[in-house]
């Protein structure tokens, strides 16, 4: 599958730079998860705006930076940040860290997120291992060519697998696209509810469809960290994003070093 000559031209300021040209696993690490870059051994650390062409990361949480190092003598490729499409990307940038990862020719590739919590049996802090997406959003294609929520529930099973031998314990669910920037009202959760949607966020479904189209084999992880309006009569607020990716920081480390150490099938 071709990528745009941007990606080959970052590709190779990177390995100028010290990076390898081959990476075994990549990361994109969501709002208030970009503390897993702790866990990289021997970090090489290029801040995004030092990378030319590359997107600028504004959301609270992300810090903006590529960490190229270590994990298990596995090489490893971290997005400590994304890019939104309510940010004002096009998803053809949106899904530029898919595109890297792939010219890096990575074996697998980790996406993880912070979602608000559809499901009733869900509750804050939980880790939700995505088995399809869905989106009432008509600027998200799906490719025709590939049953993709088959291809992500096949994924989501090993990870569950990998979950349950390490002793953590996680939900899988049907992941609920939405543009954003604004919160969902209480009318469009109650409809989302009945769309099928376990929890709701803002980014990973182009990412997902991405890594489809272009061959790398992904996983995507949800963190609970608060309930979708109308679940509780709390007030939404992005602090308690980060508040629950804090205590949930060190589980979710684990399981993301598991999938990276776990041979591939």
């Known amino acids: 599958m071709s990528l745009p000559e941007a990606i080959h031209n970052i590709h190779?300021?990177?390995?100028?730079?010290?990076?390898?040209?081959?990476?075994?696993?990549?990361?994109?690490?969501?709002?208030?998860?970009?503390?897993?870059?702790?866990?990289?051994?021997?970090?090489?650390?290029?801040?995004?705006?030092?990378?030319?062409?590359?997107?600028?990361?504004?959301?609270?949480?992300?810090?903006?930076?590529?960490?190229?190092?270590?994990?298990?003598?596995?090489?490893?490729?971290?997005?400590?940040?994304?890019?939104?499409?309510?940010?004002?990307?096009?998803?053809?940038?949106?899904?530029?860290?898919?595109?890297?990862?792939?010219?890096?020719?990575?074996?697998?590739?980790?996406?993880?997120?912070?979602?608000?919590?559809?499901?009733?049996?869900?509750?804050?802090?939980?880790?939700?291992?995505?088995?399809?997406?869905?989106?009432?959003?008509?600027?998200?294609?799906?490719?025709?060519?590939?049953?993709?929520?088959?291809?992500f529930s096949e994924n989501a099973a090993t990870v569950k697998e990998i979950a349950d031998s390490l002793g953590i314990r996680t939900q899988k669910g049907s992941y609920l696209y939405v543009t954003g920037p604004n919160y969902e009202t209480k009318a469009e959760i109650h409809a989302f509810r009945f769309l099928g949607g376990d929890a709701v966020g803002m980014s990973t479904a182009p990412e997902l469809i991405e890594a489809a189209r272009v061959g790398t084999k992904a996983v995507a992880i949800s963190l609970i960290t608060n309930a979708a309006a109308g679940v509780t009569d709390q007030k939404l607020d992005h602090a308690e994003v980060k508040d629950a990716a804090d205590a949930k920081k060190d589980v979710f480390a684990e399981l993301v070093k598991g999938i990276i150490s776990r041979q591939q099938s």
């Open 12 to 151: 190779s300021f990177l390995t100028e730079k010290g990076a390898p040209n081959y990476i075994d696993a990549a990361v994109i690490l969501g709002s208030g998860l970009g503390g897993f870059g702790d866990e990289i051994q021997n970090p090489l650390i290029v801040p995004y705006s030092d990378i030319p062409g590359f997107p600028q990361s504004t959301v609270e949480g992300h810090s903006g930076s590529l960490i190229i190092g270590n994990i298990d003598q596995k090489t490893v490729l971290a997005f400590s940040g994304r890019f939104h499409f309510y940010e004002g990307y096009g998803f053809d940038k949106t899904v530029l860290p898919v595109q890297l990862a792939n010219a890096f020719n990575v074996e697998k590739l980790i996406i993880s997120n912070a979602a608000g919590g559809i499901n009733l049996d869900f509750k804050v802090g939980d880790l939700m291992v995505i088995d399809s997406i869905l989106s009432p959003t008509k600027e998200l294609e799906f490719p025709e060519s590939i049953d993709v929520n088959k291809l």
